[in-house]
């Protein structure tokens, strides 16, 4: 309640002490860089402190183009910033972000049997086109009646995503939806992870990459084992629910809509925002329980890390802010029509 250690109270309450305040450490950030950085901070999404400290030079350019030019003090100030500075700038300004929808499962078992099981981090090796494949429902806590699935692909190696809608799931919807990801996709696939799930193991999808993809290997996770398919797992959030919450969006015209709006917010993410890989993970025995050390790599954008593999093209001119508010704006715009 007080901010004192017990002790010190004790003193105080007895007359032993007088209560003087202690000035501590001066501020070392000037009080207008910290609430530019909150609001930089908030035009790139809530981007993890981490990341902001990796792209803070390329996201003051962007601020400025949306909202006017920065003094030089205060941008000289947010470039010697360090990622731990930040985190405690910003720990106070934390939203709270909506949990990931309940998901359905279910699979065929004769189909089910002809496809290897097992973790996709096996299959880790050998460049880009490492996929491993998860959808999201739309559906705004709700699972009655039609609604849309968001297909998202992320590519094991270099952090690549994509998504695209799907109508309920069905084999036909998801497997147009993986065809669309597969043909802007800026390299070949190579292997495909899937999960047990009923839009995967189907006849359909299956004879679909077997006939226009007959060099893609297929692998899918062990039931039960949602480790498995660790890469896209964690990504569902940051990157699906980042952008759609917990909408629901039931109406089918809005399908090609949809797919642009998703078109533009993987590109947002793999030309502008970085994020990291976990190289390795060992177990600890200098410390009891299930303890682990992990390595991680440093913030990069999943273009850059495909460019030191594969030379590629210029990235587009992306203003990462003017992209994120227009997602953003076409996203209330389809939800308002929608309801309405």
């Given at each position: 309640?007080?901010?004192?250690?017990?002790?010190?109270?004790i003193r105080?309450?007895?007359?032993k002490?007088?209560?003087?305040k202690?000035k501590?450490?001066r501020p070392v950030y000037?009080?207008?860089a910290r609430?530019?950085?909150v609001?930089?901070?908030l035009a790139?999404?809530?981007l993890?402190p981490?990341y902001?400290?990796?792209?803070m030079?390329?996201?003051?350019?962007?601020?400025?183009?949306v909202y006017g030019?920065?003094?030089?003090?205060?941008?000289a100030?947010?470039?010697r910033?360090?990622?731990?500075t930040?985190?405690?700038i910003l720990?106070l300004h934390?939203?709270?972000h909506?949990?990931?929808?309940n998901?359905?499962?279910?699979?065929?078992?004769?189909l089910?049997?002809q496809?290897?099981a097992g973790?996709?981090?096996?299959e880790?090796?050998?460049?880009?086109?490492?996929?491993q494949?998860d959808?999201?429902?739309l559906?705004?806590?709700d699972?009655r009646e039609?609604?849309?699935?968001?297909?998202?692909i992320?590519?094991?190696?270099t952090?690549?995503d994509?998504l695209a809608?799907?109508?309920?799931r069905?084999?036909?919807?998801?497997?147009?939806a993986?065809?669309?990801l597969?043909?802007?996709l800026p390299f070949p696939?190579?292997?495909i992870h899937i999960?047990?799930g009923?839009?995967?193991?189907?006849h359909?999808?299956?004879?679909f990459?077997?006939?226009?993809?007959?060099?893609?290997r297929?692998?899918r996770?062990?039931?039960?084992h949602?480790n498995?398919?660790?890469?896209?797992?964690?990504?569902n959030?940051?990157i699906?629910?980042a952008l759609?919450?917990d909408?629901?969006f039931?109406?089918?015209?809005?399908?090609s809509?949809?797919t642009?709006?998703?078109?533009?917010?993987s590109?947002l993410?793999n030309?502008?925002?970085?994020?990291t890989?976990?190289?390795?993970?060992?177990r600890?025995?200098?410390?009891?329980?299930l303890?682990y050390?992990r390595?991680?790599d440093?913030?990069?954008?999943p273009?850059t890390?495909?460019n030191?593999l594969i030379?590629q093209?210029?990235?587009?001119p992306?203003?990462a802010?003017?992209?994120?508010?227009?997602?953003?704006?076409t996203?209330?715009?389809?939800f308002?029509?929608?309801?309405?």
């Amino acid at each position: 309640m007080t901010g004192l250690s017990r002790k010190y109270v004790i003193r105080l309450l007895n007359g032993k002490r007088r209560y003087r305040k202690h000035k501590g450490r001066r501020p070392v950030y000037s009080k207008e860089a910290r609430e530019r950085l909150v609001r930089i901070w908030l035009a790139m999404g809530l981007l993890c402190p981490k990341y902001l400290h990796a792209t803070m030079s390329k996201a003051l350019q962007d601020y400025a183009e949306v909202y006017g030019e920065i003094p030089e003090t205060i941008v000289a100030e947010l470039l010697r910033m360090s990622a731990s500075t930040m985190e405690r700038i910003l720990r106070l300004h934390r939203f709270n972000h909506p949990r990931s929808a309940n998901k359905r499962s279910g699979s065929k078992a004769a189909l089910a049997a002809q496809i290897p099981a097992g973790p996709g981090s096996l299959e880790e090796t050998g460049g880009p086109g490492i996929l491993q494949v998860d959808t999201v429902a739309l559906c705004g806590g709700d699972m009655r009646e039609s609604f849309f699935w968001i297909l998202h692909i992320t590519d094991a190696v270099t952090q690549w995503d994509g998504l695209a809608p799907c109508w309920n799931r069905g084999a036909e919807a998801t497997t147009n939806a993986l065809a669309h990801l597969f043909e802007r996709l800026p390299f070949p696939p190579k292997v495909i992870h899937i999960d047990n799930g009923s839009e995967f193991i189907n006849h359909h999808l299956l004879a679909f990459l077997k006939t226009h993809y007959p060099n893609v290997r297929i692998t899918r996770s062990r039931p039960y084992h949602k480790n498995d398919n660790h890469r896209i797992e964690q990504k569902n959030s940051s990157i699906v629910r980042a952008l759609f919450g917990d909408l629901r969006f039931d109406d089918y015209t809005q399908l090609s809509a949809l797919t642009d709006l998703c078109d533009q917010w993987s590109t947002l993410h793999n030309y502008a925002i970085p994020c990291t890989r976990q190289l390795a993970k060992t177990r600890r025995t200098d410390a009891p329980g299930l303890r682990y050390h992990r390595t991680i790599d440093i913030p990069r954008t999943p273009y850059t890390r495909l460019n030191e593999l594969i030379p590629q093209p210029p990235p587009p001119p992306i203003n990462a802010i003017q992209l994120r508010r227009a997602c953003e704006h076409t996203l209330k715009k389809l939800f308002s029509t929608q309801k309405s």
